[in-house]
Each structure stands twice: as C-alpha cells, then as structure tokens.
C-alpha cells in the first residue's frame, strides 16, 4: 500500500473516538495539488484513523498502531474494512480506510431489540467469513463484538478494529499473562491469560454476538467485570431456544458449540461455523427473496403440507432473504426506507415459522 500524506486529505466531522485514536469522516483536498496516491481516492468513501496526540509519544501504542496498520494491508477481503495506506507525518500517524455508512449491528439491536434469525444466520455467514480469512493470516482480532461489526447501506457486514489484534506471525505485543478485549465477549482461555491462544477465541466471541443479535441481551449479566469473568470460566450458558422461540434448533447447536468452555469443543474454524449457516439457509430456504420467489408461492407450499422447495441459488446467495430483511431493517433505522416496505419481513417470517413447524412434523412422523 502506499505512503499517504495526511495534507492531503481534508477531516471532516468526528465518527468515532477511542481509547488511542478519533476517526474523522474525510475527503481528497481540491484545493492543492496532491500525491497521486492521493489522487487515486478521489471519489471514494473514506474514513481517516489518527492517533491521539496525548498518546501519540507512546512507543507501545505507537506500535500497536502501526501493527494494526500492517495487518489491514494483509487482510483484503469483502467482509474487513477496507485499507487505502497510511504514515506519519509531523510525528502524528494516521491511516486512510474505507467508510461505511450503514452503522453497526449494536446500533441496529438498540433500535430494533433483536435481530429475527434470518438475518442473524445471514450477519453470522458474513462475519465467519471475515474471520476465516483473517485467521487464515495469522490474525486473531480478540475484539470481536456487535459494535465493532460495520454495515453498509446495501447490508453487507464489515468487520473493523483490529486494534488488539493479535498477530501470530509476529512478536505479541500484550504482556504475558494481560487479560484483553471486552469483558461480556471473552473466551475463558483469554480471560486467565493464555498465551497459546487461537482463533478459536473469536469463536467464542462470535457465539456470543449471535445470541446477542437473536435474544436482545448477553449471554452472560454480570454487574461487573469479576461476576462476568466468573460466568465465562464457570456458568452454563443459556439456549438461545430458550428465550427465542422461532430460532431453528440447528442454528441452537451452532451457537452453544460456540461457547463452549475448552477450545476443543467449539467448532473447527470459522469456515464450519460459515457451512453450518450455508445449511441452514438451504434447508430454510432463505436464498431466495420474498420479492423473487412470491410470498403466495411460498405461502401455497407451506399450507399444501410440506417445506419449501429449494431453489437452485449460488453458495453466496444461500442466505439471501436474510440479507434482504436486513437491508431493510438498516434502511429504516436510518430513515432511508418507509415503515410499510419494512413491515413484510412479518409476514415473512410467519412463513418461515410455519416452515420450521411442517419440518419438525415430519421429523417427527
């Protein structure tokens, strides 16, 4: 990637503030001549992260910065925050990624409550998407909770700061025995302070999300950190069927494989929890959209006694109605999109319901 020039970049208003770093909604400068790279970016949506001055003399935080830099350049993948270059300039560093617009999945449960598991199915595929690729690199986020998961307008998930990140090819730069990231979203082998911990740790935190995004709560409710930490290392978690009714049992298995207090239980990588949601969407048939497919078709199938039939769709497209729904639900919540067009996932999701019950039925019979 290339060596940027913060002057050429004009900074707008504040996004986001961190513990070391803002980050400013910003913009190629007009009004001089600046570096090609520059140039290159003209016309993309950019967002520009600086160091904190107050920090910025920190030679630990200045390497976690520029470590966090590096591993962005690696990691270029649909589902990650795109990485445009970065530098130092006037002892202030800096680097230049992609903007999103859409919010995040915390922003979305705050305004809505919970996610309906179409769409949970559909976040879950992008982000262990994401974390495949990032741990196919050696990288472990170590962060990974709602409000760092970034929509776009268009509902695709983006996986952003990796601030904390720890990456495997390289010297760690957490002090042995350090506990890091955020308490409710922590694998027990974090919390205790492992050394030799793995990606699975972000499996942990993916199930986690997932029962957060279907539930409305955490997993865990500790009032404190201590209570919290307790509950990971020790506490049963409760079944996501437990609290939501309507969610598939596969989708249960899935999420209390997630967290599971050793390692070695929770599924192989982040690639079989993305082909668990791939099997879903394909036995629920979400891969194709109310719009496409005709609630009235859907509605006959379900009524004439047995489950949808499934539709010839790309592997991409296996969770396609849930990535609908959440277009729409972001849409609104940003005032994009009437409350009527928004109302059909109801339907929708009737549908789907009694598609589950005809399923179970049949199991049964």
């Known amino acids: 990637m290339p060596h940027l020039h913060l002057s050429d970049f004009k900074l707008g208003s504040v996004l986001g503030v961190g513990t070391v770093g803002t980050i400013y909604d910003g913009s190629v400068r ?51 925050i795109g990485y445009f270059g970065g530098g130092s300039e006037d002892g202030q560093l800096f680097y230049v990624m992609e903007r999103v617009d859409g919010g995040t999945i915390k922003d979305l449960i705050e305004s809505t409550g919970r996610l309906v598991w179409p769409v949970v199915v559909d976040v879950s595929r992008q982000v262990s998407s994401a974390l495949q690729c990032a741990h196919n690199h050696g990288v472990i986020h170590r962060d990974l909770k709602p409000g760092n998961l970034f929509l776009t307008r268009d509902a695709q998930v983006k996986l952003g700061d990796f601030g904390i990140a720890r990456d495997q090819h390289s010297a760690d730069l957490t002090n042995q025995g350090l506990t890091v990231g955020t308490h409710a979203y922590m694998a027990p082998e974090q919390i205790v302070g492992e050394t030799s911990i793995s990606g699975k740790v972000d499996l942990y935190a993916l199930g986690c999300c997932m029962f957060e995004m ?35 049992p596969e989708l249960d298995e899935i999420i209390n494989a997630c967290l599971a207090k050793r390692a070695e239980d929770r599924p192989f990588n982040a690639r079989a929890v993305q082909g668990a949601m791939l099997e879903i969407g394909e036995k629920y048939d979400l891969g194709t959209s109310p719009e496409e497919t005709g609630v009235g078709q859907l509605a006959a199938e379900v009524y004439r006694g047995g489950t949808p039939k499934p539709y010839d769709v790309a592997a991409e497209n296996v969770t396609e109605r849930g990535r609908r729904l959440l277009e729409q639900q972001i849409q609104a919540r940003l005032g994009g999109t009437p409350r009527e067009s928004v109302a059909g996932w109801k339907l929708v999701m009737l549908l789907l319901v009694l598609a589950l019950v005809v399923a179970v039925v049949a199991l049964a019979g």
């Open 214 to 248: 279907l539930s409305g709560r955490k997993v865990f409710l500790g009032e404190n950190f201590a209570q919290l930490f307790e509950q990971h290392l020790h506490a049963v978690p409760p079944r996501i069927t437990t609290l939501v009714g309507d969610a598939p």
């Open 30 to 80: 007009e009004d001089i001549e600046v570096s090609p790279a520059a140039k290159a970016l003209i016309g993309e949506d950019l967002a520009i992260k600086k160091l904190h001055p107050a920090v910025s003399s920190d030679e630990l935080i200045q390497a976690r910065f520029r470590r966090e830099m590096l591993i962005l350049e690696r990691l270029q993948h649909p589902n990650i």
